[in-house]
């Protein structure tokens, strides 16, 4: 099925280790936060305003697109940060802002910034769509829709060809990966309510994600629900109904994570990346989507489902605590120095052991994710088979290692 | 002598200071984070000397910061 637009596929950069990431996994967008407006302030190492500038280089330089969430909930004295972060905005040529608030948009439409209407927003019909396009260009759909639901909004927007301020056709934007949440569209107060962290500010505090006890009032009986996190859904992943997904007419697929590791950007991004291409040039199958979902697996997950897209009820619940990945990665230490004449680099061993037959993870703003198995290795100047916590270490890496570069060991996770 | 002392850095605006304790604190135009009203501070770190019958109030204050950033010593 060759279609007449391309794909586009838009990855999340909580950090500089995850834009390098999703350049490396070759990303055609990536969305990011500053400051204390998105709604990930509280657990992702949020960016500063001085770093748009780097961020809007970076994906110049990478040919690729970058835009900004601003959809939090906005009080008055947010005002000035908005404005103060739209003018530079604007001024580094950041492509669009992902807003839900009215404030953001009235603002971005005065200094004329495109803007695209984050999922906050609950786009869920054709008239919110056509409401919509008279300030955006892309609109991100509510993720509890159905593909039919997805398709219906996007024939309509041909039929009626509903354009945006750009002048073309509205672009639909789906969420394909990553943690699902319990509340819709995200609008959740149970972290607002038990711990006064409002997810809507970005601070949620995942109390879904917890077990519960039910208490029966009367006899003061408490049971465990067992084998299952009631509140916490298992995380989105549509690769093997990708072709669907395609199909339904969106033009955007986008991966959740703005909080995750580089290697989960890395990895899944590269798998979609594929799993895009492999349906444009008709080599689409449901082994390869098996494939491609055994390597997810291996990276942060809760355990896969395909959402609300086909027609299901939220009933998939999380079986553990935490990720289900199949691996896991252990700090190791840090990088020093790198010798690139002979392709070697030198680490610095801050926690655990390493030994030959290893197989290391590498992160860092410069190299996104690298893995290798060590082959050699040489502790503290000699030829050894193990290293400990405080040895400096030097072995072949192909990658340039800088001090920013932090290293891991993979070993298989094993779940209970 | 008792005193608050405010992470400003982490701060993410959510007001619940200054709702609770608007004599203490302020919303910032500017940056939309919460200001120590005549905390003494360089940098991201602000301290304000608070007399002994505070201690309680203002402990509420910085058990119901959601991220934690208020400390009272």
């Known amino acids: 099925m060759k279609r007449e637009k391309p794909i586009e596929l838009l990855a999340p950069a909580g950090s500089f280790d995850s834009l390098q990431a999703a350049i490396n996994a070759g990303a055609d967008s990536v969305y990011f936060g500053v400051e204390q407006l998105n709604m990930r302030t509280r657990s992702s190492k949020s960016f500063d305003i001085d770093d748009i500038k780097t961020i809007s280089s970076i994906c110049k330089a990478n040919n690729m697109k970058a835009y900004i969430t601003l959809n939090t909930v906005m009080y008055e004295y947010d005002m000035q940060l908005l404005k103060t972060i739209l003018k530079e905005v604007k001024k580094q040529g950041i492509d669009a802002v992902i807003a839900a608030d009215f404030a953001v948009i009235e603002y971005c439409n005065q200094l004329g910034i495109p803007l695209h209407i984050s999922t906050q927003a609950n786009v869920s019909n054709i008239e919110s769509v056509e409401f919509f396009s008279k300030f955006a260009d892309v609109i991100v759909l509510a993720r509890e829709l159905t593909l039919k639901q997805v398709e219906y909004i996007c024939n309509e927007i041909k039929r009626k060809e509903i354009k945006g301020p750009s002048g073309g056709l509205v672009k639909i934007e789906l969420f394909v990966h990553g943690a699902l949440c319990m509340a819709v569209s995200g609008k959740c107060y149970l972290s607002l309510h038990t711990q006064n962290a409002s997810a809507n500010r970005g601070a949620c505090i995942q109390n879904c994600r917890r077990p519960y006890i039910v208490k029966d009032a009367e006899s003061g009986e408490e049971l465990m629900i067992d084998n299952e996190y009631i509140m916490s859904p298992k995380d989105l992943c549509t690769i093997d109904i990708l072709d669907q997904v395609i199909a339904s007419g969106v033009d955007v697929l986008k991966i959740e994570g703005r909080t995750k590791g580089a290697e989960y950007v890395q990895v899944v991004t590269q798998c979609y990346k594929q799993a895009v291409e492999s349906i444009n040039d008709g080599t689409f199958c449901p082994e390869k989507a098996a494939a491609w979902k055994t390597e997810m697996e291996k990276v942060y997950n809760r355990g896969f489902w395909e959402g609300y897209y086909l027609g299901r009820k939220l009933g998939e619940w999380t079986p553990q605590p935490g990720s289900a990945a199949t691996e896991k990665k252990i700090y190791i230490g840090k990088g020093t120095k790198y010798y690139p004449k002979i392709n070697v680099g030198e680490f610095i061993i801050e926690s655990g052991s390493l030994k030959v037959g290893d197989t290391l993870m590498v992160t860092g703003p410069h190299c996104g994710m690298v893995k290798e198995t060590i082959e050699t290795l040489w502790v503290n100047g000699t030829k050894d088979n193990e290293a400990i916590k405080g040895d400096k270490v030097t072995f072949p890496f192909h990658t340039r290692v800088t001090s920013k570069d932090k290293l891991y060991k993979i070993t298989a996770a094993h779940h209970a | ?73």
């Open chain 2, 1 to 73: 002598m008792h005193k608050i002392i405010h992470y400003r850095k982490q701060c993410i605006g959510c007001a619940v200071c200054y709702e609770q304790q608007p004599e203490l604190w302020r919303m910032s135009k500017k940056d939309g984070k919460a200001t120590l009203i005549k905390g003494i501070g360089k940098k991201d770190v602000f301290i304000l000397n608070i007399p002994h019958a505070e201690v309680v109030r203002c402990n509420e204050i910085a058990e119901a910061c959601p991220v934690r950033i208020i400390k009272v010593l």
